[in-house]
């Protein structure tokens, strides 16, 4: 696709339960982010993978948080024991900068997660 | 850890005026970036800023980076109101991998008649 795509748009859970959140990246971008943002605040940086491995997740709050990117292009947020806390909008943005530091990042429409 | 601040966070400015939003940063970062999002929409990207002194301009904005005093703004001149959105800059922080954007808290902008 020509943008980054992310599904569900919007997850309503209960407490408890495992959540897992879809991100497509911009084809051919080596480098994928996950950002959460709650309301009135801005995105938070949640993990960072350069190809298949995260190179960078110290964003992550806590050991239920878990996030694959096996092929290297499509992405997994995954959420266990969902708590209400963990509601917000969870964005992904990828990039393409051949060895060099970050460029632009582009950013997915986010996916709306409401933990009940 | 690098900490984003943007003032102000809320802005209501009249058509046709001119207004600066500051964002000042903590620690060192070597670019700055500047995003639009409209609401419950994601993050548009207006400019990246590479080093120091850059200035870039898109139609009524125009952001400014001076590395030294660890500032960026965005200067909106003739507001117009589909420029009403939250603003929101981002500097790298000096994590493990270098590549984290730390943002601000956004400023909200209403361009009024």
């Known amino acids: 696709g020509a943008g980054v795509s992310q599904t569900p748009s919007n997850k309503v859970t209960e407490k408890g339960k495992y959540v897992e959140l879809r991100c497509d990246p911009i084809s051919g971008h080596t480098a994928l982010y996950w950002y959460r943002q709650s309301l009135g605040q801005g995105p938070e940086f949640l993990i960072y993978f350069q190809g298949t491995g995260a190179a960078d997740d110290s964003g992550l709050p806590n050991d239920r948080f878990f996030a694959v990117r096996p092929e290297g292009s499509v992405s997994t947020l995954k959420i266990q024991r969902t708590e209400r806390g963990d509601s917000a909008v969870y964005l992904c943005a990828s990039s393409f900068y051949p060895g060099g530091r970050a460029g632009e990042l582009f950013f997915g429409e986010g996916s709306r997660l409401t933990v009940l | 850890e690098l900490k984003v601040e943007q003032n102000p966070l809320f802005l209501s400015m009249q058509e046709g005026k001119n207004y600066t939003i500051y964002c000042n940063y903590s620690?060192?970062?070597?670019?700055l970036y500047w995003y639009r999002q409209d609401p419950g929409k994601s993050l548009e990207s207006l400019f990246v800023?590479?080093?120091?002194?850059a200035v870039k301009q898109e139609g009524r904005l125009m952001a400014s980076l001076d590395t030294k005093a660890r500032l960026s703004t965005l200067h909106i001149t003739a507001a117009v109101h589909d420029l009403s959105a939250t603003y929101f800059c981002?500097?790298?922080?000096?994590?493990?991998?270098?590549?984290?954007?730390?943002f601000g808290k956004g400023t909200s902008l209403l361009v009024t008649p």
């Open positions: 620690t060192t970062s070597d670019r």
């Open positions: 800023l590479l080093s120091n002194g």
């Open positions: 981002a500097g790298i922080s000096n994590s493990n991998s270098g590549y984290a954007l730390n």
